[in-house]
Every structure is written in structure tokens, then in C-alpha cells.
């Protein structure tokens, strides 16, 4: 009689388990679909903002995969000026040397925010002189 209750007693456990997975599976889906349209959302905003300020921004946020806003969050620069930027991509990099207790992922970031600023830094420069060349002729 025992054995009769152990087969149903591992089917009914299975299939509870089954369950739990299915509904972690869902709700893990549903908020990846969340995340995923949130950041859709947040991306179209800073394609509108960076819309004022050229196709060569827009280009560079796309390749470096950071933008320029989150760059500066990054380097706490509020202003692009290339000594700023120097100075705290130099501090930043050096506290998250993994050497002195640091994480290597945040020195990437700090290395990766650093490189999308100083290609916005290009961008503006090269803006500029076009800009001074179109008020010559």
C-alpha cells in the first residue's frame, strides 16, 4: 500500500515543483520585458537629447555603449573640459586599482567613460572648426 502512495506522493512534488519554476520563470520574464522596455524608453530619451547635439554623439554613445550623460556621471564631470576629465579619470583609476583593494569592473567603467569623453571632446572640437570654417566663407 505504501509503494502506491510514494509514486503519486513524487508526482504531486514534481508537479509542484514544476509550478514554482514555470511562475519564476514568468515573473522573471515579465520584469525582464519591464527592464527591457524601460530601457528602450530611456534610450529613445537621450537619442531626443542628443538629437541637438549631432549624429557623431549619437554614433559615439552607440560604439563606447555609454553615453555621454552617463560618462560624466561616471568622472563626476558636470562640464566637459579635458582637465576635469583628466583629473578625475586619474583619481577614479587609481582608487579602483584592483592592487589597493579596487574593482576591476569599476576601473573598466572609469577606463570606458573616460574614452566616450574624450571622443565627445573630439566631436566638439571638430564641430568647432567647421563651425569657424562655414563663418569664413
Same mark, same amino acid.
Given at each position: 500500500?505504501?509503494?502506491?502512495?510514494?509514486?503519486?506522493?513524487?508526482?504531486?512534488?514534481?508537479?509542484?515543483?514544476?509550478?514554482?519554476?514555470?511562475?519564476?520563470?514568468?515573473?522573471?520574464?515579465?520584469?525582464?520585458?519591464?527592464?527591457?522596455?524601460?530601457?528602450?524608453? #530611456?534610450?529613445?530619451? #537621450?537619442?531626443?537629447?542628443?538629437?541637438?547635439?549631432?549624429?557623431?554623439?549619437?554614433?559615439?554613445?552607440?560604439?563606447?555603449?555609454?553615453?555621454?550623460?552617463?560618462?560624466?556621471?561616471?568622472?563626476?564631470?558636470?562640464?566637459?573640459?579635458?582637465?576635469?576629465?583628466?583629473?578625475?579619470?586619474?583619481?577614479?583609476?587609481?582608487?579602483?586599482?584592483?592592487?589597493?583593494?579596487?574593482?576591476?569592473?569599476?576601473?573598466?567603467?572609469?577606463?570606458? #567613460?573616460?574614452?566616450?569623453?574624450?571622443?565627445?571632446?573630439?566631436?566638439?572640437?571638430?564641430?568647432?572648426?567647421?563651425?569657424?570654417?562655414?563663418?569664413?566663407?
Amino acid at each position: 500500500v505504501e509503494s502506491h502512495v510514494q509514486p503519486s506522493g513524487t508526482f504531486s512534488l514534481a508537479k509542484y515543483l514544476a509550478q514554482i519554476i514555470v511562475m519564476g520563470v514568468q515573473v522573471v520574464g515579465r520584469a525582464f520585458a519591464r527592464a527591457l522596455r524601460q530601457e528602450f524608453a #530611456a534610450s529613445r530619451a #537621450a537619442a531626443d537629447a542628443r538629437g541637438r547635439a549631432g549624429h557623431r554623439s549619437a554614433a559615439a554613445s552607440s560604439l563606447s555603449g555609454l553615453s555621454l550623460q552617463e560618462a560624466q556621471q561616471i568622472l563626476n564631470v558636470s562640464k566637459l573640459s579635458p582637465e576635469e576629465v583628466q583629473k578625475n579619470y586619474e583619481h577614479l583609476f587609481k582608487v579602483n586599482d584592483k592592487s589597493v583593494g579596487g574593482s576591476f569592473y569599476l576601473q573598466s567603467k572609469v577606463v570606458r #567613460a573616460k574614452e566616450r569623453l574624450d571622443e565627445e571632446l573630439r566631436i566638439q572640437a571638430q564641430e568647432d572648426r567647421e563651425k569657424g570654417r562655414t563663418h569664413h566663407t
